[in-house]
């Protein structure tokens, strides 16, 4: 076992000692979702103002509106009653350093982790790798406020997704905490 399981364990057992929300209900009580980036810098409990049994919280890279982040949304909803939904993207986003082409390429080369400098991106080695990474669609982000309104469009033209649920879109600021509303977004995301 590694340091890393033994402290996760060690503070996972401080954290039952004293657990008192075990009668917390299924659905969210503010009865919303966030969909957001998996950056560890984010805390979507920390700048939405969320206590546990609040809201549903959708994690991927970026924050994408990808068909798992629609699946659970649409679930969120249909099956758990949530209201109003909040796409949520990052500043300094790992997301906006590579597109589709290189992480295809550096996936032929090698599984391994692959590190970036001033020149781009490079591979520790070579062997193990596989082409597979060329056929799947990293939803790689060039602009911030573009990938936010992509993806409030695709939830709302999503034909799973009730025209009543107003979708906001946002973008958290790393350097300061702050949201920062994308307008175009959220009037793209407004209910019908």
């Known amino acids: 076992m590694s340091a890393i399981h033994d402290e996760v364990l060690k503070a996972n057992g401080e954290y039952a000692a ?37 809201a549903h919280v959708i994690r991927n890279a970026g924050g994408r509106a990808s068909d798992d982040a629609i699946r659970s949304l649409v679930i969120s909803y249909k099956l758990l009653g949530t209201q109003e939904w909040f796409v949520i993207h990052h500043t300094d986003c790992g997301m906006l350093l590579f597109n589709n082409d290189i992480m295809g390429d550096l996936l032929s080369k ?26 799947i ?14 993806d409030v469009l695709r939830i709302k033209a999503h034909p799973l997704v009730p025209a009543n649920i107003p979708v906001y879109g946002y973008i958290y600021d790393v350097k300061s905490g702050k949201l920062c509303e994308v307008p175009e977004a959220t009037k793209a995301g407004a209910a019908a």
């Not at 075990?22 to 206590?51: E, H, V």
């Not at 692959?114 to 193990?128: L, T």
């Not at 669609?137 to 990938?147: G, M, R």
Request: glycine share 12%.
């Open 18 to 54: 004293s657990f008192d929300k075990g009668d917390l209900p299924l659905p969210p009580g503010r009865r919303f979702a966030i969909l957001t980036c998996m950056d560890a810098r984010l805390d979507p409990a920390k700048y939405a103002g969320l206590s546990e049994g609040d």
């Open 110 to 135: 090698s599984l391994k982790t692959a590190s970036i400098d001033a020149s781009g991106w490079h591979d520790c080695c070579e062997g193990g790798g596989s082409h597979e990474g060329k056929f």
């Open 137 to 150: 669609n990293w939803l790689t982000i060039k602009d911030q406020a573009d990938s936010v309104l992509e």
